[in-house]
């Protein structure tokens, strides 16, 4: 890595550092736009993932006991290719396997909606990772001529993509999608893009434990609810219940009832310890 990218590296880390708290989701879609401009990205997108079935049952899931409960996408995707993936972040998906997602994960569909990729990825669950599409983690040439591949990738003009997976605790990760589309003169991502995403992705774990934190996975099943979520960022900052209640267009017995149960999830009493939970303290 040069001195120039280093440097580069180095104040993205900082201005991450820089952003409070209550707004997380703000840093993710900085760090995002960064990834878009210096990779040449067409879009860049964050999972957050749960271990959600015990040993015995995840030995025979196609994805190792292992589901997505959170997506962002930097850049707005095509509606349908936003249905395909919906699925699988169903909410009856916390700790079991639906029928439609398990004709999915082992019957005639398999292959179709549980790829190569999403396979490997979640059998080297545990470890820091990064991989490009054309490194040999996978059996690239096999998978270019699986219906998941047309379906996933072909269709939506996917050419290329560098998947990292950072653990955050032995039952959840962080993970971080770049993709670049087709196009003349288009070229697939060098060991050197990987190289560098890796290392702005690994010297932020804080980060990736923040952004669990945000969207409910972190402690448990079930994620936020995009108001939970608002009214989490408010008690991360200064202001009153009253104050958020306020801002967001709630009563304040009805907001009261939310922050109750926002502790709950996160397993605390008051403000004071979600602070301490939220800082890792």
């Avoid at 409960?69 to 290719?81: C, D, L, T």
């Avoid at 249905?83 to 004709?103: D, M, Q, W």
């Avoid at 560098?162 to 003169?185: N, Q, Y």
Wanted: net charge positive.
């Amino acid at each position: 890595m040069s001195a120039e990218i280093r440097s580069e590296v180095f104040a993205l880390w900082e201005e991450l550092a820089a952003i409070p708290a209550s707004r997380t989701a703000d840093a993710l879609t900085h760090l995002m736009r960064w990834f878009h401009r210096n990779l040449d990205a067409d879009n860049v997108i964050w999972l957050g993932s749960l271990l959600m079935l015990d040993a015995r049952t995840a030995r025979t899931d196609p994805l190792c006991g292992w589901r997505l409960r959170a997506r962002k996408s930097f850049v707005p995707e095509r509606e349908s290719y936003r249905k395909l993936v919906a699925s699988y972040f169903a909410n009856e998906h916390y700790g079991r396997l639906t029928p439609a997602f398990y004709r999915k994960g082992n019957g005639p569909e398999a292959d179709v909606h549980v790829g190569t990729s999403s396979r490997v990825m979640c059998q080297h669950a545990g470890k820091f990772r990064v991989y490009r599409l054309r490194d040999g983690w996978i059996d690239y040439a096999a998978f270019r001529r699986t219906e998941h591949f047309r379906l996933y990738y072909t269709e939506n003009k996917i050419f290329d993509r560098i998947w990292i997976g950072a653990p955050v605790t032995p039952t959840s990760e962080s993970i971080i999608l770049v993709d670049r589309h087709e196009g003349k003169g288009r070229k697939p991502f060098t060991q050197r893009d990987a190289d560098l995403v890796g290392t702005v992705l690994r010297g932020i774990p804080a980060f990736h434990r923040r952004l669990l934190m945000l969207h409910g996975v972190y402690k448990g099943f079930k994620p936020l609810t995009p108001l939970k979520t608002r009214i989490l960022e408010g008690l991360l900052t200064g202001r009153s219940e009253k104050e958020i209640a306020a801002a967001l267009g709630q009563k304040p017995m009805t907001m009261r009832k939310y922050v109750k149960e926002i502790y709950r999830e996160f397993g605390v009493a008051t403000r004071p310890m979600l602070m301490a939970l939220w800082l890792g303290e």
